[in-house]
């Protein structure tokens, strides 16, 4: 079982830059794959970025060049860092545990706010 919880989200204006950080409790969080996702208003739920076990990375190209995903397995935590942000990055921000298998572990979310 894996708990994750999600923090950093709030409200910044276009250009500015959030870090997400999502702590995970549960065992084996090193072999796991991680992912964030985004979901907007009226939206579908969309894979912003994925890091697998062994460090590999991959983005949705909207956010490449301007977002980082990164883990920690020390600390058992997985990182979103957001640059440049945009008021089409406006949603609400989840992270995934096992992102593809058929039960992935969900946080449950922090809003993420970008104004022009």
């Known amino acids: 079982q894996v708990q994750l919880v999600e923090s950093g989200g709030g409200s910044v204006q276009a250009g500015g830059s959030l870090r997400l950080s999502c702590a995970a409790s549960g065992s084996r969080f090193s072999y796991r794959h991680l992912a964030w996702y985004r979901q907007a208003p009226g939206k579908q739920r969309e894979l912003v970025a994925a890091i697998r076990s062994g460090g590999s990375t991959n983005y949705v190209d909207s956010v490449k060049g301007r977002f980082t995903i990164s883990r920690d397995n020390a600390k058992n935590t997985v990182y979103l860092q957001m640059n440049s942000l945009k008021p089409e990055d406006t949603a609400v921000y989840y992270c995934?545990?096992?992102?593809?298998?058929?039960?992935?572990?969900w946080g449950q979310g922090t809003q993420v706010t970008v104004s022009s």
């Open positions: 995934a545990a096992d992102y593809s298998s058929s039960s992935p572990y």
